[in-house]
């Protein structure tokens, strides 16, 4: 199994092969859920530094192939090609517990926006799925600008999803005041 064989950076494999699927704008309904459960479990296992704990059920679950074949293959692509770039800079991002912690709590945020339910809005899996591949990519290959940038998509992410929620919101407010009149 992959994950014996990589130690515990497979969980970070693993989190990076999870949020490639969500690199489309528009993603499966669902799936953000339960992909996004497992790196949020993975992300709180760098917060307090230990291995994480995974369902026994999803440890032995075979995921259809025919379904993800494509968004991996694509996936892996891309991962070659940061990996290429990526190189140990600005290394204070990669550096002691204070940082782990830190770096897991971003992992652990970006993974519960992964979650939320809006996967018929575009780019709304697309953004927290950048955060956590490029988060995993730097923790990886120690690279601090990666980690900047997995911060960067996680800024956005917030803003995006702040604005999603001022329309909803402001919509509500018209459809009420429009019920009124």
């Not at 652990?108 to 490029?134: G, K, Q, Y």
Request: proline share 6%; hydrophobic share 60%.
């Amino acid at each position: 199994m992959i994950l014996e064989l990589l130690g515990k950076e497979s969980f970070l494999v693993l989190s990076a092969f999870l949020a490639l699927p969500f690199l489309a704008p528009v993603s499966i309904p669902g799936v953000s859920t339960v992909f996004g459960a497992i790196i949020l479990l993975i992300g709180i296992s760098l917060v307090l530094d230990r291995p994480p704990w995974l369902p026994a059920r999803f440890m032995t679950h075979v995921f259809p192939s025919d379904k993800l074949r494509t968004c991996l293959s694509q996936g892996v692509i891309w991962i070659h090609r940061l990996e290429k770039i990526s190189h140990r800079r600005l290394s204070i991002f990669c550096q002691g517990h204070l940082m782990s912690r830190v770096n897991g709590l971003v992992v652990v945020l970006s993974a519960l926006l992964l979650m939320a339910p809006l996967a018929f809005i575009p780019f709304s899996n697309t953004c927290p799925a950048l955060a956590i591949l490029l988060l995993s990519i730097g923790i990886l290959q120690h690279d601090g600008i990666f980690i900047l940038l997995g911060y960067l998509f996680l800024v956005l992410t917030s803003f995006y999803f702040a604005l999603i929620a001022l329309m909803g919101a402001q919509a509500i407010n018209m459809a009420i005041s429009m019920a009124l009149e």
